[in-house]
């Protein structure tokens, strides 16, 4: 009860002050590369907690993805905030975010011009699941500049799921059943897909699955260096499938290729 009713006073100081983000509602916490804002004086320990597992994160997703030359470049005034609202209702009537939403990341929204991740306190998942991939969203974004503007939804949501804490195995036996049975998404529409285009939770479940599996998959079977060289492909402007046909050009010369051979490779998955 004590956490709903914050909600509510929280969300209401933010919706008579126009919506505006109020620097007063919130306490500051310092680190390196974050900034954890928390608004209940008893979380502290919590933020402190979170801080300090943001900076592993940071260090691990930014070598994983290829960004260590960029290690500074999250300091000072550039440091990403992490807002910390007290529960999911505050979250999600302030911020507007459907209701299976746990986190998201933002570079220069409406609500937070600035680097944030935006969350709520109290999930199990904060450490090993939500910071890591909404780090590896910003990383990423980074990473690719302005100029990726073709860069499909499931690539990012994919890389951004290879740093959560045991992910990885766990998609890749969910995945083969729906794989032999022909119930994947297809790839024509799976590249273009967004998850606001997706309603229920068992499509969702379905493109995240894929999306971590196909990024699994490239990097698996073709290796790190060529999945650094096709994200910097993308950087550089190209759409997924020239940048697919330049990176792997003796493996794939369509994006129908990569579906198959991701279905073969899926499929000879020991079940």
Known sequence: MRYYLTGIVVFM?????????????????????????YTMPDEKAAANDILRRAEQCYARVSGNIGFTRY?????????????????????????????????????????????????????????????PHEIAHLVLWDLLSDKALNIPVWFE??????????????????????????????????NDLKTS????????????????????????????DAFYRLSKELRNGLSFERALVKIYGGVFSSLSDLESRWVKYVTALSG
Do not use: C
């Open 197 to 224: 285009e997706l309603s229920e939770d068992s499509q969702l479940a379905l493109f995240y699955a894929q999306s971590l599996s196909v990024v699994v998959f490239l990097i698996e079977k073709y290796g790190q």
């Open 157 to 190: 949501e994919g890389v951004a799921q290879l740093e959560e804490e045991g992910k990885r195995q766990l998609v890749q036996e969910a995945i083969r059943p729906v794989v032999v049975t022909g119930k994947y998404i297809h790839f024509k529409v799976f």
């Open 13 to 37: 100081a933010f919706f008579l002050a126009g919506n505006a983000f109020s620097q007063d509602a919130f306490i500051d916490l310092q680190g390196t590369h974050f900034v954890v804002r």
């Open 71 to 131: 290690t500074d470049f999250w300091t000072w005034e550039k440091r990403v905030k992490i807002i910390l609202f007290p529960d999911q209702i505050a979250y999600t009537r302030f911020t507007g975010q459907s209701q299976w939403s746990r986190a998201y990341a933002s570079r220069n929204s409406m609500l937070f011009r600035d680097r944030v991740i935006v969350t709520y306190a109290g999930q199990p998942e904060m450490s090993g699941s939500i910071l």
